[in-house]
């Protein structure tokens, strides 16, 4: 590796910094559903490390970042420091990962420590959600197959019939191209129209453009050129279908992690709480 090669390695590193920087303040701020971190970094840049004079402005800005930071470790969207706190306790009494409760997402009430099982998608709402995903899967996993594939289709303009071409041979549509075990390939060209006709499925018409264009020494620069265009469109769909099954993925998650937890039948109360004693229906 020579020097120059080193040089571009290093500042294509460089110009990645950032982006990954970008990309960390990102989920950051997903994670923690505020800007307060943001913000903090950009006062710490301008205004430098010296602490904040004022004791009462101080201390909520250490509240917000110690809130923050149990938002982004524990997922759990806490409203306040002191709701945090309760929920640490009432976890630790009851056995319960805080992972769990962030999974839950919003069927879970921070504030009350309890399932909202009001909140619960419906059975036909959740069986949408189900097609949704097995479709999304098969539609990723073929896209993903088909960016595999050095084949590219085109048209016939005459006849307007579809078919599929590399660089050295060209078959139907239609048998599949895994089924079909004839493709025309650019070495059968000396033979009669008829024959390859008869084999391969074309016609002959077909046939005799399909061997003025094989041969030709633009094909190779153009095959390579539209199966670039179709991969990038590939890739696209392969990336839609997949973000799609990841989204469906968390949104089924979700409703799982709740209802495992609701079927615990844990109780809200904090340690060492009282119970509530109701007197209103108490007779004097």
């Known amino acids: 590796m020579d020097f120059a090669t080193i040089t571009q390695f290093g500042g294509a590193l460089a110009a990645l910094i950032p982006l990954v920087l970008i990309v960390g303040f990102a989920v950051v701020i997903w994670r923690t559903v505020s800007l307060h971190t943001l913000l903090r970094r950009l006062w710490l840049l301008v205004h430098g490390s010296e602490e ?5 402005i101080r201390a909520y800005v250490d509240e917000q970042t110690n809130l923050m930071s149990f938002r982004m470790f524990s997922g759990v969207q806490a409203a306040s420091l002191e709701e945090a706190h309760q929920l640490i306790a009432w976890a630790q009494l009851h056995r319960v990962d805080l992972r769990q409760i962030a999974a839950c997402g919003r069927y879970f009430d921070t504030g009350l420590r309890q399932v909202r099982k009001q909140d619960f998608p419906s059975r036909p709402y959740l069986f949408a959600q189900i097609a949704v995903f097995a479709v999304s899967l098969v539609g990723s996993m073929v896209f993903a197959w088909l960016l595999l594939i050095p084949q590219v289709p085109f048209t016939f ?9 590399t660089e050295f041979s060209a078959q139907t549509l239609w048998p599949p191209f895994f089924f079909n075990r004839n493709p025309l390939k650019k070495s059968d060209c000396d033979q009669p129209l008829a024959t390859n006709a008869a084999r391969t499925s074309f016609t002959e018409a077909e046939v005799k453009t399909l061997c003025e264009l094989l041969p030709a020494d633009e094909w190779p620069e153009h095959l390579a050129s539209k199966l670039k265009e179709q991969r990038w469109s590939l ?5 839609f279908f997949l973000a799609l099954l990841g989204y469906v993925a968390v949104v089924v998650n979700k409703v799982i992690a709740a209802k495992d937890l609701l079927a615990r039948g844990l109780t809200p109360a904090l ?3 009282q119970a509530e004693l109701d007197f209103s229906s108490a007779k004097d």
């Open 52 to 56: 904040i004079s004022d004791p009462k």
């Open 157 to 165: 303009k005459a006849s307007e019939r579809t078919f599929l071409a």
């Open 271 to 273: 340690p060492g709480a």
């Open 235 to 239: 890739i696209v769909c392969t990336l």
